[in-house]
């Protein structure tokens, strides 16, 4: 009974999350009554405590989390200076006169909102308040509508910059140093942020022309979900340039600055903060009133992300110090399937555990136990890593507590039926499970770019 007390740990954090508990102090809270259990069965000493401090100071001087607040104060900064409003309105006329095309505006824009933003809740609100009542009004499919809204706001999971690829950089990069450890490997190069970054672009461009690829389908063989408008006039040229033009010089400056190895992305956040404001000061959106809300809002978003982050590392502390992490490599060479079947139980497991848990929840108590063990089976770690983030996309996407639906659903009129919004995003989840099978048999998709930059 005692060797499986890791694993009961781990059901009772799942049990407690769904009962609506806050993360962090659920992760913390349960891994201290299970270190209190060990300690009285003789299996866990207390002094292996002391090295909880350890983790917690590496959290603090963690150079790469520095990201988490800048990108997150871009993201909101974005929002405030009406962006992504001027470019949807431009999108959606010059492409309103084609099949599904207002469809198509806002996969289009979501996309460049994705890349420069890269949070989740901002886009769907945003796009939902200024898509949806046009999309209805035009005759589209509720479904359709929202599931388009839906599954283009979460892009900002895969497509840097990506706060949950930061997250997940940072936890992969501890897994695969656990994992070369544990091989006797003392002096291995650790995976970055970047790494992931580069790697997600490849996957995140082919997301999109799924999506665009299939809304173009709707629109030629069953134009009457995604009817077009022949009354459009596209905009002027000069109009549509002014607002394309400031989020793509954004998402340059960012990922350019990557990829060219002209900077890390923790500076490369400080640049997109920095960007982000003299857009707004420049489309006359700046106050000091806008800057204190946005500065409260990225300092509640990353107090949240941080505690969870602490209570995650005691969880992987006792976990592993109970033999979890011995358990799981025992049960992943024991399959008969080897490294193919042990990742795919991986994946099925995230999957199904999206239906019920956050992305940050899913990134801070699942990684760090699974992924020590597939690394040491010879596992990519940045293909790991892609694979994971497209899977922990699906959790804002599936039904019931995908949090995507839960965001659409507060922003849309009441004539949309919640039932109209879990049906539109299904063909969309089954098109990232399809990425997610091309990945499996093309791992290259995700690897090739890095290596070729290195």
């Not at 793509?248 to 060219?260: A, F, P, R």
């Amino acid at each position: 009974m005692l060797e499986y007390l890791p694993l009961i740990m781990f059901g009772v954090v799942c049990a407690v999350l769904m009962l609506g508990y806050p993360v962090a102090f659920t992760l913390a809270g349960v891994s201290l009554i299970f270190a209190g259990i060990g300690i009285y069965a003789g299996i866990f000493e207390l002094q292996e405590m002391l090295a909880y401090t350890e983790r917690a100071y590496g959290i603090m001087t963690n150079t790469s989390l520095i990201a988490v607040p800048m990108f997150i104060f871009m993201g909101v900064m974005l929002e405030r200076s009406k962006i992504a409003e001027a470019l949807l309105h431009n999108l959606a006329h010059a492409c309103g006169r084609a099949p599904a095309g207002l469809a198509i505006s806002v996969v289009l824009v979501g996309t460049l909102m994705a890349a420069s933003t890269g949070i989740v809740g901002a886009t769907v609100v945003t796009m939902g308040l200024m898509s949806l009542p046009t999309m209805l009004k035009r005759g589209y499919d509720p479904a359709l509508a929202c599931g388009t809204i839906c599954a283009t706001g979460t892009l900002g999971q895969i497509i840097p910059p990506s706060i949950a690829l930061v997250l997940l950089g940072d936890v992969l990069s501890s897994a695969y140093q656990q994992a070369q450890l544990n091989l006797g490997v003392f002096n291995a190069t650790p995976i970055s942020v970047g790494d992931l970054f580069i790697g997600a672009m490849v996957p995140g461009i082919v997301l999109v022309l799924l999506y665009l690829l299939y809304l173009a389908w709707i629109g030629v063989f069953k134009p009457e979900l995604a009817p077009p408008n022949p009354d459009d006039t596209p905009p002027p040229a000069s109009e549509l340039i002014k607002s394309i033009v400031p989020p793509i010089l954004l998402m340059v400056l960012v990922l350019g600055s990557i990829i060219t190895g002209q900077a890390t992305p923790t500076e490369a956040s400080g640049v997109g903060a920095l960007a982000a404001t003299l857009l707004a000061v420049a489309r006359r959106q700046f106050s000091l009133k806008a800057l204190a809300s946005v500065v409260r809002s990225t300092a509640k978003v990353t107090t949240m992300v941080f505690a969870i982050l602490l209570g995650s590392a005691l969880f992987s502390l006792v976990f592993r110090d109970l033999g979890g992490e011995q358990l799981i490599h025992g049960f992943f060479h024991d399959l008969p399937g080897g490294t193919f079947m042990a990742v795919l139980i991986v994946m099925l497991v995230i999957f199904l555990l999206g239906f019920i848990l956050d992305f940050i929840e899913i990134t801070f108590v699942v990684v760090p136990i699974i992924a020590p063990t597939l690394l040491m089976m010879g596992v990519d770690p940045i293909w790991l890593g892609i694979m994971i983030a497209i899977n922990l996309q699906t959790s804002f996407l599936t039904p019931p507590f995908g949090f995507a639906l839960f965001y659409l659903r507060g922003v849309a009129p009441q004539t949309v039926a919640t039932s109209a919004i879990y049906k539109g995003v299904i063909p969309f989840i089954i098109l990232q499970v399809l990425l997610m099978v091309c990945l499996a048999l093309w791992p290259s998709l995700a690897t090739w770019l890095p290596n070729l930059l290195r």
